[in-house]
């Protein structure tokens, strides 16, 4: 919605690096319903695995990933991958992936910020995981209502980043960071 108002997926093109299990339900997801994706990964069984699934997808070898012209890159593997060699090959407008500290440092954010790429902070984007075992922690046991109405202020938040690194000029991972701190 930030970068593309009103447009939607289905024009849109996705690039996944990692297609274990976050990477492959974002496969399901976006498919249907997007322009293109392409994909790398390390395992080529898994590789193979997706492109019998998913045909119509493009599959790259793992450096290439950050060089793909597509709308949004999703880091779904290692954590550490954006960083002062891979940012300025960056393709995309948005990053917004599924690994675990995907910034090498807080400079990594700030790079991004100067070339117009919007980055969804990792750890706020990814936060389902979390709350889901955090409720599960406080109440003994799952409540799937309790934990979906938690998840579902997740965008509301992610909204509050976006719009208060545009009014301060600054990197959305700062915002997060000092929201969260």
């Known amino acids: 919605k930030e970068k593309f108002p009103g447009q939607g997926l289905v024009n849109r093109t996705f690039g996944i690096q990692g297609v274990g299990k976050v990477g492959a339900e974002l496969i399901k997801l976006l498919d249907p319903r997007c322009k293109s994706i392409t994909i790398s990964d390390m395992d080529q069984k898994k590789l193979r695995q997706i492109q019998k699934q998913f045909p119509k997808i493009s599959v790259v070898k793992p450096p290439e990933i950050y060089r793909q012209r597509v ?3 999703l880091p779904c593997a290692l954590n ?11 393709g995309c ?6 690994a675990n500290n995907q910034l090498t440092n807080r400079a990594a954010g700030k790079m991004l910020y100067d070339r117009n790429i919007l980055y969804a902070p990792d750890y706020v ?3 389902g995981g979390l709350v889901s075992v955090a409720d599960e922690y406080e109440h003994r046991d799952s409540n799937e209502l309790r934990v979906s109405k938690r998840i579902r202020r997740i965008p509301r938040i992610l909204a509050k980043i976006l719009a208060e690194s545009k009014k301060r000029s600054k990197p959305t991972n700062e915002v997060a960071d000092e929201i969260a701190e």
């Open 71 to 73: 709308d949004v890159f």
């Open 80 to 90: 550490g991958v954006l960083n002062e060699t891979t940012i300025p090959a960056l």
């Open 93 to 98: 407008q948005i990053v917004a992936g599924g």
């Open 125 to 127: 984007i990814n936060a």
